[in-house]
């Protein structure tokens, strides 16, 4: 079976744009939660989708933002980058929300200059 | 404060050596503690689960809960080379609440 896929694996982008990353979870999987991962922050949870609707939110600005499409792929939109942006951003995938049995993918390293 | 504290390391020890990774948390509500470990350039994976308080052993591995001193453990036995990764601690209440991670525990096994 394969795993979480995440695209793009590498962006670069300057102050300002706005930015699209991509997860494909586990097939079957009807649960993704979204992650940001920095060095001085650590994971911090970004939100949860669960059957096309977001079922929980993390501490971040509104300029974050998700959604979830009918086959569970879901996506993730920042707008009006910011440097603090920069990240890995980690797409995790579950059968069910609220699970802890949550399987990550590689993530996209997001570069802002 | 953060909810969930974990020491960054780096740590590092020969191999064979028996590895103690720790975390201290805040929040009494939470019910459900887990272990993840993440190679570099790649997604954490769980390690271990545990409910509540006990222990849980898997292999090598020894995962230790204390609600009453809020502090959760991980044992590495025997250590190895490729057990050098960074170690997440995970936990969250048992109301569906979000996942809240520590920072992580840089570990080098060295050969």
């Known amino acids: 079976k394969a795993g979480v896929t995440q695209t793009p694996r590498y962006l670069i982008k300057t102050r300002g744009q706005q930015v699209t990353l991509s997860c494909s979870p586990i097939?079957?999987?009807?649960?993704v939660s979204w992650y940001q991962q920095t060095p001085g922050q650590g994971l911090q949870f970004l939100f949860e989708?669960?059957?096309?609707?977001?079922?929980n939110k993390g501490n971040f600005p509104g300029r974050f933002s998700g959604r979830q499409f009918s086959n569970s792929r879901s996506e993730m939109n920042v707008s009006t980058l910011e440097l603090g942006d920069s990240a890995l951003y980690l797409c995790?995938?579950?059968?069910?929300?609220?699970?802890?049995?949550?399987?990550f993918g590689p993530g996209t390293r997001l570069t802002v200059l | 404060q953060k909810e969930v504290e974990q020491d960054p390391g780096p740590l590092s020890v020969p191999e064979g050596a028996i590895v103690s990774l720790n975390c201290t948390y805040s929040?009494?509500?939470?019910?459900?503690f887990m272990w993840y470990r993440q190679y570099s350039r790649k997604g954490p994976e769980l390690l271990m689960y545990?409910?509540?308080?006990g222990n849980k052993e898997d292999g090598r591995f020894t995962a230790q809960v204390d609600k009453s001193s809020k502090y959760i453990s991980l044992f590495i036995r025997d250590s190895q080379p490729s057990d050098s990764a960074t170690y997440l601690c995970?936990?969250?209440?048992?109301?569906?609440?979000?996942?809240?991670f520590g920072q992580g525990t840089e570990l080098s096994v060295k050969p």
């Open positions: 989708y669960f059957s096309e609707t977001q079922r």
């Open positions: 995970a936990m969250r209440n048992n109301q569906g609440g979000k996942l809240i």
């Open positions: 097939s079957g999987h009807r649960s």
């Open positions: 545990t409910y509540s308080s």
């Open positions: 929040n009494s509500a939470f019910q459900y």
């Open positions: 995790a995938s579950s059968l069910l929300q609220n699970t802890d049995t949550q399987y």
